[in-house]
């Protein structure tokens, strides 16, 4: 466990969690806009948010970055409820921002791989063709070459030049 994460478990253990009674007290203040009850509510229920964070941990996925969004799911939840089944419905909107942050988090996975692939390929075929044709290859024959159209070679050879800007690289 991080260093992050085990001082955020420090600092839940001095907080007192919400019981059963305590949170249906609350509700019932807060549904009459009362701003100490939203807070206390919010604290009281910060362990169960780390709970749930708990709950949607995935090998890549930093258990800080989901407790984030499930605190931040918490808040806005508290602040926007209005009436309801306050638990069950707080257990499920937690739920459905989690999921989406961890497929969130794995779509981009999968397109930066999918974009690092692509870069490889075009600099592959690029350094082919140069020693095939005694020359650079034009956008057309890389296109050609690796059947996309040019405007998806163009975009692949602007993400290989940022990432050579970004590394710092002059092309001397």
């Not at 969690?17 to 806009?33: G, I």
């Not at 605190?71 to 989406?100: P, T």
């Not at 981009?108 to 075009?122: D, F, Q």
């Not at 070459?145 to 030049?161: G, Q």
Request: some cysteine.
């Amino acid at each position: 466990m991080s260093e992050y994460n085990q001082m955020y478990l420090e600092e839940l253990k001095g907080l007192v969690p919400c019981s059963e009674e305590e949170e249906k007290e609350l509700v019932a203040r807060l549904q009459a806009n009362d701003k100490e009850a939203r807070s206390r509510l919010v604290e009281g229920l910060l362990g169960f948010a780390w709970e749930m964070a708990k709950e949607y941990e995935r090998e890549g996925i930093l258990l800080e970055d989901l407790v984030q969004e499930a605190n931040m799911a918490l808040m806005q939840f508290v602040s926007e409820y209005e009436q309801g089944e306050f638990h069950k419905e707080l257990e499920a909107e937690l739920r459905r921002v989690l999921k989406n942050y961890v497929q969130q988090e794995i779509d981009e996975s999968e397109l930066e791989e999918e974009i690092a692939a692509k870069v490889n390929v075009l600099q592959e075929v690029s350094r082919v063709l140069a020693e095939d044709l005694g020359r650079e290859a034009t956008l057309e024959e890389l296109a050609d070459k690796m059947k996309m159209e040019e405007e998806e070679v163009r975009e692949i050879m602007k993400i290989t030049m940022n990432a050579l800007k970004a590394d710092g690289w002059n092309g001397r």
